[in-house]
């Protein structure tokens, strides 16, 4: 099932409540309260799409609700898959004067400084009004 369609069945079971507590009827599995015109039950589907959308954070507000509470316990679930996935290429000059270059594993201490600059960034928050 694809989130389209997902997002439709959400939106029937909504709307089909909306309706069950208009006739208060106690349930709105009963197929006998969806047999209203086309026009009432397109107008019921519209408020069930409003109600789902007001319901659903925005990605700012999960941010910010991450950002509160950090250090969190995302960076406990995080930890284990995260270490050692990223690295970076280091170039020096060995003892004999040679340019090469190693790869070096960014540490966990960094990455959990990045990840809240990502949440910083997306909650919308800066430095400034964290002063």
Known sequence: MTPAQTDEAQVERVARAIMDHRLGAGTYDNA??????????????????????????SVAQAAKVLLDACPNPIFDDLKYPLMGEFSQTQPFVDENGDEDSMKVTIEWTVIKEIIEATLRALSKETDDDNA
């Open 32 to 57: 006998s309260l969806w047999q209203g015109a086309d026009a009432e039950k397109e107008e019921t589907r519209r408020e069930a799409r409003a109600a789902i959308a007001a319901m659903q954070p």
